[in-house]
């Protein structure tokens, strides 16, 4: 099993639309979430942490299921700037980021 | 804003060669790191570097692999003798401290190995 799985999508998606992600992980001693975001051929850069009860920044909401293993993300009220790759990572031991593969969404007008 | 920066955007090389590639970690910062990324695949984690020692290490590090902080700026990667499987792009990044702190990430280094 990969240790984050993510699904690849593309997510296409009109302006305006609600757009949920999801990521399942293998390591159940898993310590600290986060949701990156990645432009083309560009660096990752942090979006949000995920706590266990749930957390919002303006349109994006993140939750954690610690009992399965399962992270969320919802953009509401999509941009044509909000397409990019979505890394849901994790961290197992303190220092190291555990990164899946990504999922990738494209808002059209 | 501080950010970390990398050089050089882009390194070609031909194989079996040395190179090294050069970051610059957010100035209060202490913890640094090497990730890669090979085209269309996921960012890999390589090493982690704290209080001028390799903290952790993945299974990629290997032999061919060194990391230095050599003058309390900057932080590099060296591979020793390129293969083409590294060709990739290698992210430096940085963190204030471990765990739930944010690792800051420079723009990267492309590196194509012929």
């Known amino acids: 099993r990969k240790e984050v799985e993510q699904d690849p999508g593309p997510f296409n998606v009109p302006e305006g639309a609600t757009v949920a992600f999801n990521c399942t992980y293998s390591?159940?001693?898993?310590?600290?979430f986060f949701w990156y975001r990645q432009d083309c051929r560009k660096e990752p850069k942090l979006l949000m942490s995920?706590?266990?009860s749930g957390n919002e920044d303006g349109r994006f909401t993140a939750q954690l299921n610690r009992a399965s293993q399962y992270i969320s993300l919802l953009i509401r009220d999509s941009k044509l700037s909000d397409s990019a790759t979505y890394l849901c990572?994790?961290?197992?031991?303190?220092?190291?980021?555990?990164f899946g593969t990504g999922t990738r969404l494209q808002v059209t007008l | 804003e501080p950010e970390v920066t990398q050089t050089p955007s882009h390194q070609v090389t031909q194989m079996g060669q040395e190179v090294i590639l050069r970051c610059v970690p957010i100035?209060?910062?202490?913890?640094f790191y090497w990730y890669r990324q090979i085209l269309g695949q996921k960012v890999e984690f390589l090493v982690s570097?704290?209080?001028?020692?390799?903290?952790?290490k993945s299974e990629i590090f290997d032999d061919q692999f060194s990391v230095e902080r050599p003058d309390g700026s900057n932080f590099t990667l060296k591979i020793r003798s390129t293969k083409l499987e590294d060709s990739a792009m290698y992210f430096c990044?940085?963190?204030?401290?471990?765990?739930?702190?944010?690792?800051?990430f420079g723009p990267g280094t492309r590196l194509t190995v012929l």
């Open positions: 990044a940085s963190s204030p401290g471990l765990a739930d702190n944010e690792q800051f």
């Open positions: 100035s209060n910062h202490l913890y």
């Open positions: 570097f704290y209080n001028n020692e390799i903290s952790e």
């Open positions: 390591n159940s001693a898993s310590q600290s």
């Open positions: 990572v994790v961290t197992g031991t303190a220092s190291k980021l555990t």
């Open positions: 995920v706590y266990s």
